[in-house]
């Protein structure tokens, strides 16, 4: 069972439905990315493809495969999602901020007003999603998306962008920037949490 004990004081212990990139299937189950890509490739691990065509897994398939396998799982230490919001809108910020304490989920944000203040926070914070607006003064959306995933030290955070000048050219744009999702403002909020894979009740119990 996806279920460990919580490091969070005022979160209780709850079933995660998360999902899981490449490179995090490979550190829990200890084996290159590699050899998570040719598994997912032949069907042997089953995977979900974004709208941007990265692969994603769910912990309970990943828990599957390992036990078909006879291989172990390295929860590590962890159990925070950490999530950077990027947005020049601060009560949009503090929105998004109130939305994830509102959850019962172990969910730590952190927020940055413009995309050069949003490299220096990747740096310090550390977060496994980015949720990134798109307009923005100084460097945009698509430029720090850019930046990202063109580093190898950031390439595997996920990115969803948000914007309120939603156009199919903006999502495509986005999309071959890197990111995974691209979703409208004003933000639906069931949507959103299920891009996270979260949701009403749940507990974050992966990196």
Known sequence: MWLVASRCRIKRIKMIKTYLT??????????????????????????????GGHRRFLPSEVERFARSRGLSINLG?????????????????????ELFASIDACVV???????FSAGLKVRKFNPQVVLLDLMMPGLDGFQVCR?????????????IVMTGHASPENTENALLAGAEACIEKPIDTV?????????KNTLYASK
């Open 147 to 159: 930046l990202l995933k063109s580093d190898p030290a950031t390439k595997s955070i996920r990115i």
């Open 22 to 51: 490449p490179s995090k299937v490979a550190e829990l189950l200890m084996v290159s990315p590699t050899a998570v890509r040719q598994w997912a490739e032949k069907g042997e691990l089953g995977a979900l493809m974004t709208p």
């Open 109 to 115: 944000t952190e927020a940055a007003r413009d995309g």
């Open 191 to 199: 949507n959103l949490l299920q891009c996270l894979g979260l949701s």
């Open 77 to 97: 230490e962890s159990e925070e999602l950490k999530i950077l919001i990027v947005d020049d809108e601060v009560s949009f910020a503090d929105y998004l901020s």
